[in-house]
């Protein structure tokens, strides 16, 4: 029996994490976690809720308020056989800890000739919509993706929440699991099995042929939403879901872009810069003859996050800004 015809429940995208790390935690007595508030407060969207009360201290731990030394203690620790899952609390907080992540776990690998092994998971937390300023709203998938020897996963749903965590705590590269904060409350049918969704395979979200929409995390719910808006118009929007965006499924999206001649490429986070680029610039070396515009970007603007409501809101791109981008990608 699949997975898909396994009984599944209703979850929001933060139990389904939760659920996750809990089932693995049970299978495999070498994964624990570790960092700020994840043990006995449960993390601070709650993530991590009751975790510590089954596994203990010594596998849920209470670290000290030191990116650096949380990554530090994964890394040490993945490198004696455990695997651990670090939680960096909020994306921005990443910049501390770039030594660890850039010029240790991403190196390993690369500087034994392929013969180490560093199953190491770094959890965290991104994107807008909360008012928690320009210091922990960003999106920096972009940086992290130029990092070779990471492997980065951004699910935009619970099934896919649960699913990439497991395949990123079994893996025996460092991954990044990035949780887009506005994401935890979305409920949707998970399997009450263990299972795994791979890493760098995108999924076809909505099949159509007018438009390729190429989004992942926050903006996949939104796309979705500018799709059934232009439907009405006889615009018929193929949405991809990348689902990982290091390594890229870029076969997945060059197919869709030589089906429909039309591509736009969604993010939260800052256009400039953004993974948009690396994705228009694939496309177009491997499907320019098909392409009938230019490749269409939507993103942030080049600006921090603002603090207040109306214009954090005026900032996140939203269904109406993504219908904007298509129409003018089709020439509408």
């Known amino acids: 029996m699949t997975v898909t015809e396994k009984e599944a429940r209703t979850l929001a995208y933060g139990a389904a994490f ?4 809990r089932q693995i935690m049970e299978e495999d007595p070498d994964v624990f976690f570790a960092g700020e508030d994840v043990g006995k407060a449960g993390g601070v969207f709650g993530s991590f809720v009751g975790l510590n009360e089954t596994f203990g201290d010594l596998r849920a731990v209470d670290t000290p308020i030191s990116e650096q030394a949380i990554v530090g203690l994964g890394i040490g620790a993945a490198v004696t056989g455990l695997r651990p899952v670090v939680d ?3 994306m921005d907080f990443m910049f501390v800890a770039m030594d660890q992540i850039a010029n240790q776990a991403a190196k390993l690998k690369y ?13 965290t937390s991104a994107g807008a919509g909360l008012s928690a300023a320009a210091q922990h709203s960003q999106s920096l998938e972009a940086m992290l993706c130029h990092i070779p020897g990471l492997k980065v996963v951004m699910p935009s749903n619970p099934y896919d929440a649960k699913g ?17 904060k506005r994401l935890l409350g979305l409920k949707g049918e998970v399997p009450e099995d263990l299972y795994e969704v791979p890493i760098g395979v995108a999924n076809i979200v ?17 796309s979705l939403k500018a799709a059934e808006e232009l439907a009405g118009e006889g615009v018929d929007c193929e949405v991809i879901d990348l689902r990982t965006v290091q390594p890229l499924d870029i076969d997945a999206v060059t197919t869709s872009a030589r089906k429909t001649g039309n591509i736009v490429v969604v993010h939260e986070a800052v256009r400039f810069g953004g993974l948009g680029a690396e994705i228009a610039s ?5 499907a320019f003859d098909y392409l009938d515009a230019p490749v269409g970007r939507v993103g942030a603007p080049f600006t921090p996050v603002p603090f207040s409501p109306t214009l954090e809101a005026e900032y996140v791109p939203n269904a109406d800004r993504i219908t904007e981008g298509i129409r003018e990608t089709l020439g509408m």
Not at 212 to 222: A, I, L, S
């Open 206 to 222: 909505r099949p159509g042929s007018s438009v390729t929409v190429v989004t992942y995390g926050r903006m996949v719910q939104e």
């Open 18 to 21: 939760n659920e996750g790390l």
């Open 282 to 286: 694939q496309v177009q070396e491997q």
């Open 88 to 90: 960096v609390m909020f």
């Open 111 to 123: 500087m034994f000739g392929g013969k180490a092994t560093l199953p190491l998971t770094i959890t």
């Open 164 to 180: 990439l965590l497991v395949a990123c705590i079994r893996d025996n590269n460092p991954t990044v699991y990035v949780k887009n």
